[in-house]
């Protein structure tokens, strides 16, 4: 668990404000309530993701929910690929898998 | 990787700040690697481009490589994990999608399953089971109907269905066409399409059975003197003599002209009932009737009586 003192030591352009905002509005989703959260590795790599997408490339704060909402579904599309994946090297027999392999070129 | 960081930016020797930045943010929208998720060129292209960026836009740095002090790597750290590489793990579902559109997230594993592997929710997992039959209605011309025709059926679904009609067609048959209905499931068999045919009436022609009927409109002359006029037929038209003496209502019969022969059928006939037509009347015709004594006069209505 990481404490938003870490936070804030990582990301020298971090305002608390912005922080604040982000938390409010759900883009950084941290454990626990205001004045104690506890954020997860894949916070912190978030914060940097939308500092990088505001500052680095110049999307507008205002344009950052659309941005965030078409990563968040291409991100659970390819969890779910791979849960399905998962789910077919467990239970495909293996002539079906080479057939697949086959058909995709593999 | 000995590779110019000038060249991987695009830029030249003496760009200004400015121009490294704005190099450097169009070449990392592109090629930012949680935007390219899978996409390792990408991935590998960011990480020479964020480094060539750090070490030029750092004027200490960049003093020093162009001096020749440090090369291109000097100042190259391990980059910090990105945000993929935790979107994807478990650790993703904290951010998953819980938008607005219930299509997407009110979608479950199953649910997507089901529509990937059957083509249609909630399959059931029976075995082979051949498709419905699906019932439709064609309205096809009288003539299409006589003689046959290939007619395209638009289904609802906006698929399209070429029927062919066969030669003697009568109204209210159905046609079946084989595996054209719903698929079947679990690789039965698809259904049959029947397809219940209605015809549309003729101007002219009407059928019975096998024979087509016709009325043909024939003058006073033909009538009286005689002639070879033309008849239509469903087969095109065709000549046919009027003998003299010809009354309203003489049936003359053209055998094979009526529903052509199909199957064990033999072909109909045609039979036409002849209409004596009066037409505009012309003072000739008056006068020589005013004048005419015919020999024999009979009264046409003399079976009839007074009718009371």
Redesign the interface.
């Known amino acids: 668990m990481i404490t938003i003192e870490t936070i804030f030591l990582e990301f020298q352009t971090l305002r608390q404000e912005d922080l604040d905002r982000w938390i409010a509005n759900s883009w950084v989703?941290p454990e626990g309530a205001r004045g104690q959260y506890r954020f997860?590795?894949?916070?912190r790599?978030?914060i940097?993701?939308i500092l990088?997408l505001r500052d680095?490339?110049?999307v507008p704060e205002p344009a950052l929910p659309t941005v965030l909402?078409l990563?968040?579904?291409?991100?659970?599309m390819?969890?779910?690929m791979?849960?399905?994946n998962d789910a077919m090297e467990r239970t495909l027999p293996a002539e079906l898998k080479a057939a697949l392999l086959q058909h995709f070129g593999g | 990787m000995a590779e110019d960081p000038y060249k991987l930016l695009g830029v030249p020797k003496d760009a200004s700040p400015e121009d490294i930045r704005k190099a450097?943010?169009k070449l990392?929208?592109k090629h930012?690697p949680?935007?390219n998720?899978?996409n390792k060129a990408a991935e590998e292209t960011f990480k020479r481009v964020s480094a060539a960026n750090e070490l030029l836009s750092d004027p200490e740095k960049r003093a020093r490589y162009d001096a020749g002090e440090i090369d291109e790597t000097g100042a190259e750290k391990p980059p910090?994990?990105?945000?993929?590489?935790?979107?994807?793990?478990g650790?993703?579902?904290?951010?998953?999608?819980t938008?607005g559109d219930p299509g997407?997230a009110g979608e479950n594993?199953e649910d997507?399953?089901s529509t990937i592997f059957s083509g249609r929710q909630g399959a059931r997992p029976t075995g082979p089971a051949r498709g419905r039959d699906e019932h439709y209605t064609l309205t096809a011309e009288f003539l299409d109907a006589v003689t046959g025709a290939t007619r395209r059926l638009t289904l609802p679904d906006g698929q399209t269905l070429d029927v062919k009609i066969p030669p003697g067609t009568t109204e209210g048959d159905v046609l079946r066409l084989r595996g054209r209905g719903a698929p079947g499931r679990n690789n039965g068999p698809a259904g049959d399409a029947l397809i219940e045919i209605h015809i549309t009436p003729h101007k002219f022609f009407t059928r019975d059975g096998q024979d087509i009927h016709l009325t043909l409109p024939i003058t006073i002359t033909e009538a009286v003197l005689g002639a070879k006029v033309t008849v239509p037929t469903p087969a095109g038209a065709v000549s046919m003599t009027i003998k003299p003496h010809s009354d309203t209502g003489t049936k003359l019969r053209l055998p094979g002209r009526g529903v052509p022969a199909h199957g064990a059928t033999p072909a109909g006939a045609l039979f036409v009932t002849l209409q004596i037509v009066l037409g505009p009347v012309d003072p000739a015709l008056e006068n020589f009737l005013r004048s005419w004594k015919p020999a024999e006069t009979k009264d046409p209505r003399a079976g009839m009586g007074t009718g009371s």
């Open positions: 989703r997860h590795e894949i916070d790599a978030r940097r993701l990088e680095t490339m110049e909402s990563l968040d579904q291409l991100y659970e390819r969890r779910r791979r849960q399905l | 450097y943010r990392a929208k930012h949680d935007l998720p899978g910090p994990r990105t945000y993929r590489q935790y979107a994807e793990t650790a993703g579902e904290r951010y998953a999608y938008g997407f594993f997507l399953f």
